[in-house]
């Protein structure tokens, strides 16, 4: 991701990830069901969600490869 510019006018890091964790409420059971499904009929397993997020706070410490932070979820939808 490249670096980019808040509304405040900081300049903001560039940064990289390839894992989060989704605390899912509603609609839990049938993603689980969903997912199970697919895995049972050989199906690819993941489903693409697009997730907009306001970055909030960090998440414990830096563990020296890398550090958690805390998402406020925007929205949320699927893609086809």
């Given amino acids: 991701?490249?670096?980019g510019i808040a509304p405040s006018g900081e300049?903001?890091?560039e940064i990289?990830?390839?894992?989060a964790i989704l605390d899912v409420t509603k609609g839990r059971d049938e993603l689980n069901r969903l997912l199970i499904r697919r895995h049972n009929s050989q199906?690819?397993?993941r489903v693409?969600?697009?997730i907009e997020?306001?970055?909030?706070w960090a998440w414990g410490g830096d563990d020296?490869?890398?550090?958690?932070?805390?998402l406020d979820i925007v929205n949320?939808?699927?893609k086809p």
């Fill in 1 to 3: 991701m490249d670096k």
């Fill in 11 to 13: 300049w903001l890091p």
């Fill in 16 to 19: 990289s990830s390839d894992f």
């Fill in 43 to 45: 199906k690819p397993m």
């Fill in 48 to 50: 693409r969600l697009l």
């Fill in 53 to 56: 997020a306001d970055v909030d």
């Fill in 64 to 70: 020296g490869i890398s550090r958690e932070f805390s």
């Fill in 76 to 78: 949320m939808r699927w």
